[in-house]
């Protein structure tokens, strides 16, 4: 049996919807976020010296690093795998194998740096601080937003646009380890600042996903993707 060490509207989320697709049985165990901090609970520094989540405990072996464990899972139980995920682990050699590498890569090294500033700039106005600081902080955050995050973003939200223009899937027509690295980018993408309107490409492969009932029962069981 796995276990799951499941944190809160984080990057643990695709790792239940694979283990949902791949239909291997798994325990969760729940961890609540600092509610003023909102950072992780010191108890997972038990699970792993990093204090991090996704982890699992797969036989006796703790896994953490969602693209490692992405890439276990698939090595481990994805040779059962059938129909639209028959193609998980894409063949060495072939063009899917090389965009599934380039994606699988992409979402923590290039894309979510960027989505993490969003999100810490747009808190830093909102925390505790003296009243005179206050329209200070607001608008250096602004100008870092406005000069370096903001338009690396809209890049990102461009470059991922015209992909998904000739891709149902990023790495072809096929549902593949990729995608499960990149669902957490992307529902924090549509979170803050890919407006649907301007970029349908993200928004329908948004909606491809969550639509797939493997998503669904990892949603229910595994709640809110991304902090509101």
């Known amino acids: 049996m796995i276990t799951v060490h499941h944190l809160e509207t984080s990057r643990s989320q695709r790792v239940l919807w694979l283990l949902e697709e791949l239909g291997v049985p798994y325990d ?21 010296p990093l204090g991090k989540s996704p982890v699992i405990v797969d036989d ?3 896994v953490a690093e969602s693209a490692v464990i992405i890439e276990h899972l698939a090595d ?9 995920l028959a193609h998980l682990q894409p063949a060495k050699g072939t ?25 810490v700039f747009l808190a830093i106005p909102n925390q505790p601080m003296p009243f005179f600081v206050k329209p ?49 980018a992307v529902e924090a993408a549509m979170s803050r600042g890919a407006d649907a309107a301007k970029y349908p490409q993200l928004a329908a492969y948004k909606a491809r996903m969550v639509a797939r009932p493997a998503y669904q029962r990892a949603l229910a069981k595994g709640g809110p993707v991304v902090m509101g």
């Open 28 to 48: 969760i165990k729940f961890y609540k976020r600092n509610p003023v901090t909102r950072l992780a609970p010191p108890e997972l520094k038990a699970v792993h």
């Open 60 to 62: 006796g072996q703790t």
């Open 76 to 84: 481990r139980y994805g040779a059962q795998a059938q129909g639209d």
């Open 95 to 119: 063009p899917e194998y090389a965009e599934s590498r380039f994606w699988m890569h992409y979402a923590e090294g290039s894309l979510m740096p960027w989505l993490v500033m969003k999100l």
């Open 136 to 184: 200070i902080a607001r608008k250096m955050c602004e100008q870092v937003r406005g000069k370096l995050v903001d338009p690396n973003l809209s890049a990102a939200f461009t470059f991922m646009e015209k992909h998904l223009a000739t891709h149902t899937w990023f790495a072809g027509d096929d549902l593949t380890v990729a995608d499960f690295q990149m669902s957490f």
